[in-house]
T-cell receptor, first 110, second 117 residues
Framework: AQSVTQPDIHITVSEGASLELRCNYSYGATPYLFWYVQSPGQGLQLLLK??????LVQGIKGFEAEFKRSQSSFNLRKPSVHWSDAAEYFCAVGINDMRFGAGTRLTVKP | DAGITQSPRYKITETGRQVTLMCHQT?????MFWYRQDLGHGLRLIYYSAAADITDKGEVPDGYVVSRSKTENFPLTLESATRSQTSVYFC????????????????FGDGTRLSIL
């Protein structure tokens, strides 16, 4: 069955530290891939997307993500986290429909 | 300002009552969506619409009704609310070609928090 997995429910990092949020999918073909961020009380905002081509994609707010076909993964990274990055992050996968992961909540320690 | 607006932001109702959540977008996007967000489940698609008068079921459509008489509006109705429908509901839109909606990012409203007592 098609599925999207974000293995980490909650991650805590110190401000200034690097960040990697994991996303794995189970689809027969390479889907369209998205990362969204949700601040408290707000809707989801697109961070970046991957359709084809270069497997390293740049997004807004200093985020990037790398598509690895062999691992069926699309992990989100940021070299240096800021306190304002504290939010919920969702990976989404599109092929014939759109499925969202359960989300990873990011806490940033001062 | 252009965007997607949901109303109300908060709603409390009782089981068995009918409740309608409103969604309005000003981008003239062809596609509109309704999701529910529950802890541990992420977002799950309830219904979507490709254009006025074209709607289709998503992953969790039972207990919900939608309509789309105008491109900019996509109301969601719970005909007889149940406690299991307590959730946060998000409306979204995308500027997708007909039949190609899974390859476009979606733009989300701020959500409606619905509590059913």
């Amino acid at each position: 069955a098609q599925s999207v997995t974000q293995p980490d429910i909650h991650i805590t990092v110190s401000e200034g530290a690097s960040l990697e949020l994991r996303c794995n999918y189970s689809y027969g073909a390479t889907p369209y891939l998205f990362w969204y961020v949700q601040s408290p009380g707000q809707g989801l905002q697109l961070l970046l997307k991957y359709f084809s081509g270069d497997t390293l994609v740049q997004g807004i707010k200093g985020f990037e993500a790398e598509f690895k076909r062999s691992q069926s993964s699309f992990n989100l990274r940021k070299p240096s986290v800021h306190w304002s990055d504290a939010a919920e992050y969702f990976c989404a996968v599109g092929i014939n429909d759109m499925r969202f992961g359960a989300g990873t909540r990011l806490t940033v320690k001062p | 300002d252009a965007g997607i607006t949901q109303s109300p932001r908060y709603k409390i109702t009782e089981t068995g009552r009918q409740v309608t959540l409103m969604c309005h977008q000003t981008w003239s996007h062809s596609y509109m969506f309704w999701y529910r967000q529950d802890l541990g489940h992420g977002l799950r698609l309830i219904y979507y619409s490709a254009a006025a008068d074209i709607t289709d079921k998503g992953e969790v459509p039972d207990g919900y009704v939608v309509s789309r008489s105008k491109t900019e509006n996509f109301p969601l109705t719970l005909e007889s609310a149940t406690r299991s429908q307590t959730s946060v509901y998000f409306c979204a839109s995308s500027d997708s070609d007909l039949g190609e909606w899974s390859n476009q990012p979606q733009h989300f409203g701020d959500g409606t928090r619905l509590s059913i007592l």
